[in-house]
């Protein structure tokens, strides 16, 4: 935790209300996004009880497992929720626009648009993880068939968890961390998991404090848990109940509609008070300004989206189960590259976010005292224009002479620390001299060079192009490390395809049993 949201959920507790820590939105939220609320049920590797998802407010639709043990009901649920969403997904699949590439040389097509899931926490996103990991090898025929859009169902879900493990991506959003980007509590990072008591320190009903609302929200009669986790004390009461009356009407059609009536009904009052808090998330979200760099983040999800669409059309297998050394290397090396550049962008875009980075010395505001925009440097073979200016600090300034800075407003712009003096009042000089950003003239437009008066922000965060890592092409890789299959006779991995799936698509040790992948 930094300096500055420790001190922001300080202030929250004091002031009995939660405190924005973003002075701008940090993600990307779509005018629909496909709210999901699921349950799951108690005791069961990750088997689906009850799902309300919608795109709007006033269109939820309940999707329901009467009995969810009943491996045959579960996979029905699986193509009435790809009934629903991949419809939407298909909706975004119109139309596409031109990007350029090589600098010009060539174009690449993308989606304009791309779809948007929310989830009320990250336990909804390992559930649709597991989900699409149960489902994207099923098969429409053969033993056990499943509709065939359960499998595509799978592979669509497993791509929203893959982007929601990238840094900066929006395609797949749990509302507690897209809430807790924006705004401090006074309670635990595992409390600021549960949706309702999250909300009840952001926004507290009139006349009581935000530890008060929270404290109220913990109380499930009232504020039926976020799921897909359920209350002990609901399942055992009420669910059990009506679960095992619709298993015992099996051979009574009247008495067996009235028992997945009564279900329905039960699993409906459990669902919709956190489908009206995602709503109320949601709007929350929406009065925030979007950061400058936001949208460049969304056309990453909008590549990706367009990417998987074409994989699927021209046929391409599921993901495999696993990743290969290769593969996962360079999944690895992207989301650190990725990493990188979202903690960069955020505080360009955002002077709170910054504010962290100067308390840690890697950043510092100061005002320009001196500038000398028509300095040119010709101690090289030829001459070259490198202005330089003072700028005046009271912050502490920790950079050695010669590093190079960034300022957030020009971020094409270099400078490269000449001279750093203190003063006895507690301020520091500053002299930098700056490349780049102002054409390859001798004389810098206007504009260009800040002028004497501005106030500025200089830091060592550098939004510039992160190179690609090299990694070695499958066919040079050992097969210890997931090399050629069958390249040694008798190695270890011989026959399978990457990731470890078998031909066919069935997975290791797999006895083809339907619900092993539910697990």
Excluded at 124 to 140: A, D, H, K, N, Q
Excluded at 332 to 356: C, I, K, N
Aim: proline fraction near 10%.
């Amino acid at each position: 935790m930094s300096t500055l949201r420790a001190l922001a959920k300080a202030q929250a507790v004091a002031a009995g209300v939660a405190q924005p820590v973003a002075t701008v939105r940090h993600v990307h939220l779509h005018e629909r996004p496909l709210v999901l609320v699921p349950l799951a049920l108690a005791g069961e590797a990750n088997a689906p009880l009850a799902a309300l998802v919608g795109a709007a407010p006033d269109e939820a639709k309940l999707l329901i497992v009467p009995q969810p043990r009943n491996r045959s009901q579960r996979f029905a649920f699986a193509a009435e929720l790809a009934s629903v969403v991949l419809p939407y997904l298909d909706a975004y699949r119109g139309v596409s626009e031109a990007v350029a590439v090589d600098r010009g040389r060539d174009v690449r097509h993308r989606y304009v648009d791309a779809p948007q899931l929310l989830v009320p926490n990250p336990a909804g996103i390992s559930f649709l993880r597991l989900l699409g990991r149960s489902t994207r090898f099923r098969r429409p025929d053969g033993e056990y068939p499943v509709h065939p859009s359960v499998p595509l169902l799978g592979r669509w879900l497993t791509f929203f968890a893959e982007r929601a493990e990238h840094p900066g991506s929006s395609a797949l959003l749990a509302m507690t961390d897209a809430l807790t980007l924006h705004w401090a509590t006074g309670q635990s990072a595992v409390e600021d998991l549960h949706l309702p008591a999250l909300l009840g320190w952001i926004e507290p009903s009139a006349g009581l404090t935000g530890a008060e609302a929270a404290a109220r929200a913990e109380d499930p009669s009232t504020h039926p848990p976020a799921g897909p986790a359920t209350d002990p004390d609901f399942d055992n009461r009420r669910l059990a109940p009506a679960i095992e009356a619709y298993a015992e009407a099996e051979e009574d059609p009247q008495a067996r509609a009235e028992a997945y009536a009564e279900l329905e009904a039960l699993l409906r009052d459990q669902l919709a008070p956190t489908w009206e808090l995602m709503w109320r998330g949601v709007g929350l979200l929406r009065g925030l300004t979007p950061g400058a760099r936001v949208e460049g983040r969304w056309a990453g999800d909008r590549d990706a989206f367009t990417a998987h669409a074409e994989h699927v059309d021209s046929g391409g297998g599921p993901q495999p189960r696993l990743d290969g050394a290769v593969a996962a290397a360079v999944r690895l090396h992207r989301l650190e590259r990725a990493l990188t550049s979202y903690a960069v962008q955020r505080a360009y875009d955002d002077p709170l976010v910054m504010a962290e980075h100067r308390l840690a010395g890697e950043a510092f505001v100061g005002d320009v005292t001196l500038a000398d925009p028509k300095r040119v440097d010709d101690s090289g073979k030829r001459p070259v224009l490198r202005p330089r200016i003072q700028l005046v600090t009271t912050e502490p300034v920790l950079v050695p002479v010669g590093a190079t800075l960034y300022c957030p407003t020009r971020p094409s712009q270099k400078a490269r620390v000449v001279f750093v003096t203190p003063g006895a009042d507690g301020k520091t000089e500053v002299v930098l001299e700056l490349s780049g950003g102002m054409g390859r003239g001798l004389t810098a437009p206007p504009g260009s060079v800040p002028e004497v008066g501005e106030r500025l922000c200089y830091t060592t965060l550098s939004d510039a192009y992160l190179p690609s890592g090299a990694f070695p092409a499958p066919e040079e890789t050992p097969w210890t490390h997931g090399g050629p299959p069958g390249s040694v006779a008798g190695a270890p991995g011989a026959g399978e395809l990457p990731g470890g799936e078998l031909p066919g698509g069935e997975l290791p040790g797999s006895d083809g049993d339907p619900g092993e992948e539910w697990a």
